[in-house]
């Protein structure tokens, strides 16, 4: 079983629709929680952190959910601007950061 | 500020010929990783180094990889002899100390024929 599993898409969705990601992890133990960006044959880049409580950042809203190993990623209102692929992260210790394999999002006009 | 800087961003070669893939981490990060990315097993850690320590090396496929890290501001890895099943992009990412965030280079194109 990978450390961290991502439903790899595509999500292929309208502008203005609302999309959900998941992510898994199997490590427990694991102390924080991100989700990467990464547009198409560029570097990946931090879009937001994860805290337990949850947390918005405009129209991107992150959930963790310790007790069922998941995180999760919701956009409202997509814009064709979202068009990526979407990395959970999961950092089990120190420095040792786990990224899924990602879930590729298209946003159609 | 510049950013992570990776060189060459291009590289293609011959199977069996050393390769030479270089960093520069943002000024004042003390931590370096080095990542491969492909399509099939998506992005996995090579290497890890604290103020130019290798820290984690685990994740190195084998002996045919080889990292450095002389001062605070250049990294190499260097795989000898390169194999076709070795090309991949391979992204370096810098943090700055107490910081999770991870800044990642534009990432180097490895082409192995």
């Known amino acids: 079983r990978k450390e961290v599993e991502q439903d790899p898409g595509p999500f292929n969705v309208p502008e203005g629709a609302t999309v959900a990601f998941n992510c898994t992890y199997s490590n427990s133990a694991s102390q924080s929680f991100f989700w990467y960006r990464q547009d198409c044959r560029k570097e990946p880049k931090l879009l937001m952190s994860?805290?337990?409580s949850g947390n918005e950042d405009g129209r991107f809203t992150a959930q963790l959910n310790r007790a069922s190993q998941y995180i999760s990623l919701l956009i409202r209102d997509s814009k064709l601007s979202d068009s990526a692929t979407y990395l959970c992260v999961v950092n089990g210790g120190g420095s040792d950061m786990r990224f899924g394999a990602g879930t590729r999002l298209t946003v159609k006009p | 500020d510049a950013g992570v800087i990776q060189s060459p961003r291009h590289e293609v070669t011959e199977m069996g010929q050393e390769v030479t893939l270089r960093c520069k981490p943002i000024s004042g990060h003390d931590y370096l990783f080095w990542y491969r990315q492909t399509m099939m097993r998506g992005l996995e850690l090579l290497i890890y180094f604290n103020n130019n320590v290798p820290i984690d090396d685990s994740g190195m496929p084998e002996d045919r990889f080889s990292a450095k890290m002389p001062n605070a501001s250049f990294s190499t890895l260097k795989i000898q002899p390169s194999e076709p099943r070795d090309s991949a992009v391979y992204f370096c990412?810098?943090?700055?100390?107490?910081?999770?965030?991870?800044?990642f280079g534009p990432g180097t194109r490895l082409l192995v024929l």
């Open positions: 990412a810098s943090s700055f100390p107490g910081q999770e965030t991870q800044y």
């Open positions: 994860v805290y337990s």
